[in-house]
């Protein structure tokens, strides 16, 4: 606590002191003697104190000052006063920079400080991981050698930094990043670096859906104008022509209906907010009515195809979807399966999980066209599936309806040998039916 009187009242003591000195000079007869002798005891008690205060703030580790009186009792307990507030400051500056820093490792995005010699001062974990750099060995380097890549140095000298710029990861050639730089105080800069490689990859599809559907139409519509031009304007032309012409106008007018009734399949799939939780679906009934349809399509293809069904195996799902997926699976064999083939069409219970397999013996198809398939319009062979009606749209259907269903397609091929895919549905929208639930149900 600070005392104001404190320096009257040492000042007091010292006065009080030599008056003592002085009159005991007196007495003796030693006056200078005494008060040389006193001025030396009061030089030498303030030289041990200052010793004392020289010794506890540079070698002590004690925080709490040494026990002392008068002046010097206020000496110490004000540079321990400041010292104490010093340490709350600090402390209350560190807890800033800790809830700055959890902050900053918080955020979505990488982000690096760099100051006005364009050297890194700062950056956050995800900067170390997005970028690659080594910390805290980068920490001072030149942000253009950290981050080696000519369109983010000229990005950095054009001193435009309104719009960001999207960059090839410099360390992984897959990802597109978003490169920000966000100047302050004049000097420092922030680069806020994020990923949009999924929202590149979106934009890229959507540009290359529009041009596949234009394309597909594009075909059939041709077609159909070239025979509309050749029919004179009176309708006047042979028989045999006008027979083909138009049966070849109603196959192509039939792939384009078929084309947009898939696309608009798998619009509404896409959109649908159908709960799958919902309703039980009698799966081998659906599976015995695709069934009587393959064989009607099976009839000019010879194929034979087994039905391996679980009468008492429903799951939890969407009618139409699955019928979809389903289907495709099953017309997809029958299409792509050379004459005669073998097609074997299972629907059993395993480990508590319904499973779907279609297999096939026919061609098969080449690795590096499996993990291509379910893309839209993706097509292994365009001429021969464009002679099977194929749009390259069917097993797209099919992997948004296994995800809406918390399912996936796998897909084993081998050249030659044939194909099997596959789905297997969790054991929560599993369900086992016994006969009398399955009377029921079906009332
Ligand atoms: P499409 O409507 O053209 O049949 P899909 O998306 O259903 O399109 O299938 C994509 C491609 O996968 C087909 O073009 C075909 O080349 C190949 N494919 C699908 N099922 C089979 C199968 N069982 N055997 C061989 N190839 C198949």
């Given at each position: 606590m600070?005392?104001?009187?404190?320096?009257?009242?040492s000042?007091?003591?010292?006065?009080a002191?030599?008056t003592?000195?002085?009159?005991?000079g007196?007495?003796?007869?030693?006056?200078?003697f005494?008060?040389l002798f006193?001025t030396?005891g009061?030089?030498?008690?303030h030289?041990w104190r200052l010793y004392r205060?020289?010794y506890?703030?540079?070698?002590?580790?004690k925080?709490?000052?040494?026990?002392?009186?008068?002046i010097?009792?206020?000496?110490y307990?004000?540079?321990y006063?400041?010292?104490?507030?010093?340490?709350?400051?600090?402390?209350?500056?560190?807890e800033?920079?800790?809830?700055?820093?959890?902050?900053s490792?918080?955020?979505?995005?990488?982000a690096?400080?760099?100051?006005?010699c364009a050297e890194i001062?700062?950056?956050?974990r995800?900067?170390?991981?997005?970028?690659?750099?080594?910390?805290?060995?980068?920490?001072?380097q030149?942000v253009?050698?950290?981050?080696?890549?000519?369109?983010?140095?000229?990005?950095?000298h054009?001193n435009?930094?309104e719009?960001?710029?999207e960059?090839?990861?410099?360390?992984?050639s897959?990802?597109?990043?978003?490169?920000r730089?966000?100047?302050y105080?004049d000097?420092?800069?922030?680069v806020?670096i994020?990923?949009v490689?999924?929202?590149?990859?979106?934009?890229?599809?959507?540009?290359d859906?529009v041009?596949?559907v234009s394309?597909?139409?594009?075909t059939p519509?041709?077609?159909i104008n070239?025979?509309?031009?050749m029919?004179?304007?009176?309708?006047?032309?042979?028989?045999p022509?006008?027979?083909?012409?138009?049966?070849?106008?109603r196959s192509?007018?039939?792939?384009?209906?078929s084309?947009v009734e898939?696309l608009?399949v798998?619009?509404?799939?896409?959109?649908s907010?159908?709960?799958?939780?919902e309703?039980?679906?009698?799966?081998?009934q659906?599976l015995?009515q695709i069934?009587?349809?393959?064989e009607?399509?099976?009839?000019?293809?010879?194929?034979?195809?087994?039905?391996d069904?679980?009468?008492d195996?429903?799951?939890?799902?969407?009618?139409?979807?699955l019928r979809s997926a389903f289907?495709?699976?099953?017309f997809n064999?029958?299409?792509?399966?050379?004459?005669?083939g073998?097609?074997?069409?299972?629907?059993?219970?395993q480990?508590?999980?319904?499973?779907f397999?279609?297999?096939?013996?026919?061609d098969?198809i080449?690795a590096e066209?499996i993990?291509r398939?379910?893309?839209?319009?993706?097509?292994?062979d365009?001429?021969?599936s464009?002679t099977t009606?194929?749009?390259?749209?069917?097993?797209?259907?099919v992997?948004?309806v296994l995800?809406?269903h918390?399912?996936?397609?796998?897909?084993?091929?081998?050249v030659?040998?044939?194909s099997?895919?596959?789905c297997?549905?969790?054991?929560?929208?599993?369900?086992?039916?016994?006969?009398?639930?399955r009377n029921n149900?079906?009332l």
């Amino acid at each position: 606590m600070y005392h104001p009187f404190a320096w009257l009242t040492s000042i007091a003591r010292v006065i009080a002191f030599m008056t003592c000195c002085a009159l005991l000079g007196l007495y003796i007869n030693y006056l200078a003697f005494t008060l040389l002798f006193g001025t030396v005891g009061l030089l030498s008690l303030h030289y041990w104190r200052l010793y004392r205060l020289n010794y506890w703030l540079w070698h002590s580790k004690k925080i709490s000052p040494p026990t002392s009186r008068g002046i010097w009792s206020h000496v110490y307990q004000g540079i321990y006063g400041a010292n104490l507030r010093n340490r709350n400051k600090r402390k209350t500056l560190g807890e800033i920079i800790k809830r700055f820093r959890q902050g900053s490792e918080a955020l979505p995005d990488a982000a690096l400080i760099i100051n006005d010699c364009a050297e890194i001062t700062w950056c956050n974990r995800l900067a170390r991981i997005e970028l690659g750099l080594q910390w805290p060995e980068d920490l001072g380097q030149k942000v253009y050698d950290c981050i080696d890549n000519e369109e983010f140095t000229t990005f950095y000298h054009s001193n435009r930094y309104e719009r960001p710029i999207e960059i090839v990861s410099p360390i992984n050639s897959n990802k597109v990043l978003e490169f920000r730089l966000v100047p302050y105080e004049d000097v420092q800069f922030m680069v806020l670096i994020r990923d949009v490689t999924r929202l590149t990859q979106i934009e890229k599809m959507r540009k290359d859906f529009v041009a596949n559907v234009s394309h597909e139409l594009k075909t059939p519509l041709t077609v159909i104008n070239g025979y509309l031009e050749m029919i004179p304007e009176n309708g006047d032309m042979s028989e045999p022509m006008m027979k083909k012409a138009i049966s070849e106008m109603r196959s192509q007018s039939m792939r384009m209906q078929s084309l947009v009734e898939e696309l608009l399949v798998l619009s509404r799939i896409e959109a649908s907010t159908e709960r799958v939780f919902e309703k039980i679906i009698n799966v081998p009934q659906l599976l015995w009515q695709i069934q009587a349809e393959s064989e009607a399509l099976n009839r000019n293809r010879l194929h034979k195809i087994f039905f391996d069904i679980s009468p008492d195996l429903y799951v939890y799902g969407i009618e139409s979807e699955l019928r979809s997926a389903f289907s495709n699976m099953i017309f997809n064999a029958i299409h792509y399966t050379p004459n005669k083939g073998v097609i074997e069409v299972r629907w059993s219970l395993q480990a508590g999980q319904a499973v779907f397999v279609v297999k096939d013996n026919g061609d098969g198809i080449a690795a590096e066209h499996i993990g291509r398939l379910t893309e839209r319009f993706y097509r292994v062979d365009k001429a021969r599936s464009r002679t099977t009606g194929g749009s390259g749209l069917g097993l797209s259907i099919v992997k948004h309806v296994l995800s809406h269903h918390n399912s996936h397609l796998v897909i084993r091929s081998t050249v030659g040998k044939g194909s099997a895919f596959s789905c297997r549905f969790s054991a929560e929208l599993t369900c086992l039916m016994d006969q009398k639930t399955r009377n029921n149900y079906s009332l």
